[in-house]
């Protein structure tokens, strides 16, 4: 079983960067997909960028070009790296693994408990 927990989260102004970490327990170097989801207060959680095993991303239309997924196989760890920090992207961010690749996922969904993003003015 996948244990995820994530860190980094904190209080950022805008425009500035911010980088979370989240530790897998088991392997992540083959077979799942890591993503980065968010939920801001009374809103839906929402998908904010993806890795593959094999190296391949997407990314939300909202972060494209200011956000970068990766990962460290070796420390079984992916990491989301925040520049340009905007209001809206408060929010608790959340990492999550499932099996597959980009185009097609299956089985357990597993996800950490969340660390908080707060961006002010």
């Known amino acids: 079983q996948v244990q995820l927990v994530e860190s980094g989260g904190g209080l950022v102004q805008t425009g500035g960067s911010l980088r979370l970490s989240c530790a897998a327990s088991g392997s992540i170097s083959s077979g799942y997909v890591m993503g980065w989801y968010r939920q801001a207060p009374g809103k839906q959680r929402e998908l904010v960028a993806r890795i593959a095993s094999g190296g391949n991303t997407d990314y939300a239309e909202s972060v494209k070009g200011r956000f970068i997924i990766s990962s460290d196989n070796a420390k079984n760890t992916v990491y989301l790296q925040m520049n340009s920090l905007k209001l809206e992207d408060t929010a608790v961010y959340y990492c999550?693994?499932?099996?597959?690749?980009?185009?097609?996922?299956?089985?357990?969904?597993?996800w950490g408990k969340g660390t908080l993003v707060t961006v002010s003015p």
């Open positions: 999550n693994a499932r099996r597959g690749t980009l185009s097609l996922q299956y089985g357990v969904i597993f």
